[in-house]
């Protein structure tokens, strides 16, 4: 008997010293803060590490994590200023700074946020219209930051940053932005199938200009060679034709020769189509006739030449 009462003293003994060992050594991990109370009071904070405390004198009244938290409050029905009631859903990121102000600085701190969160949103909402409550996020969630943030330092927490999850309007005002959104886009497709007609047209236009333009250039061009072609052609006859008058005159033919020439130019006359020729009634009048022709012939030689060395 005795001995059972010995071993049950025992083990109580060594429950008792495992009990105040461990209320006496504290482990704090790595972003945790321990609010040490002695008698009641505060006492001190213990940071991340092995700590040693007083048992029974002192108790960790609370734990406070010092990880940057995120809460995605519920919905708030706020009022725009142009009498819009909507539910807009707002997140916070904060952070504990001082963990004996969030111990001490206001009961229940969470609850104080979103609390705050809701009346600083409809302050703000209250001075915005419907359009610009829906295209001002950047400027709701840099004000609330701001006032949430000056509001919850002596509570010792940071707010870093605040987001306006959503914002939905009533429905009947979805539906009317939905089909004004849908008659911009048909207004923007009108205006852009416009525009592509007249680009389109204007091409059509430049095209056929620049067609014609090409096309007058051509026939141009082809009349120029053509023209060109002509007189070449000319002057090449005429070339020819002053040669032979000038080769015949070297030859210095006589009388004999301008007889022949003579009757070869009666005979072209006869093989003509007039109905009536007239023959000299003597052949040195036809010598006569063929000279004055030669002599002619003689006069045009200097312009013939003139215009070669042109």
């Keep these: 008997m005795e001995q059972i009462i010995g071993l049950v003293l025992t083990i109580f003994f060594v429950l008792l010293f495992i009990a105040l060992l461990s209320m006496t050594i504290k482990i704090i991990p790595q972003s945790h803060a321990y609010v040490v109370e002695r008698l009641g009071a505060y ?15 002192d108790r960790v009244a609370l734990d406070v994590p010092l990880k940057e938290q995120v809460y995605d409050f519920t919905p708030q029905p706020v ?14 990121f904060f952070q504990i700074l001082d963990p004996k102000l969030f111990a001490y600085g206001v009961q229940n701190p969470i609850k104080a946020i979103e ?4 009346t600083t949103l409809r302050n703000i909402i209250g001075d915005l219209e419907l359009d610009e409550t829906l ?22 927490i940071k707010v870093g940053r605040v987001e306006v999850k959503n914002i ?9 932005m ?12 009108s205006i852009l199938l416009a525009e592509g007609e007249k680009r389109s047209a204007i091409l059509m236009a ?13 026939k141009k061009q082809a009349l120029i060679a053509e023209a060109e072609g002509q007189a070449q052609a000319m002057e090449r006859v005429y070339l020819a034709q002053a040669r032979g008058i000038e080769l015949i005159k070297n030859a210095n033919p006589g009388q004999a020769y301008l007889t022949l020439k003579g009757f070869e130019a009666l005979e072209k006359v006869a093989n003509g189509q007039a109905t009536k020729i007239i023959i000299p009634s003597e052949l040195q009048n036809l010598a006569s006739v063929i000279g004055a022709a030669q ?14 060395v042109k």
Excluded at 79 to 92: A, G
Excluded at 178 to 189: D, G, H, I, L, T
Excluded at 206 to 218: D, H, I, M, T
Excluded at 295 to 308: F, G, L
């Design 43 to 57: 006492s001190h904070t213990l940071p991340k590490g092995l700590h040693m405390l007083f048992p029974i004198i």
């Design 79 to 92: 009022i725009t200023k142009d009498n819009v009631t909507m539910m807009i859903d707002t997140i916070v």
């Design 115 to 118: 609390a705050l969160s809701a």
């Design 135 to 156: 295209t001002s996020r950047e400027v709701i969630n840099t004000r609330m930051r701001i006032i949430l943030d000056e509001a919850t330092d002596p509570w010792g």
């Design 168 to 176: 939905l309007p009533p429905k009947d005002i979805q539906e009317a």
């Design 178 to 189: 939905e089909k004004q959104m849908r008659a911009e886009r048909e207004r923007r497709s």
């Design 206 to 218: 430049e095209g056929e200009k620049e067609s014609v333009v090409l096309r007058s250039e051509a």
């Design 295 to 308: 002599a002619i012939m003689d006069d045009r030689k200097p312009a013939v030449k003139e215009k070669e």
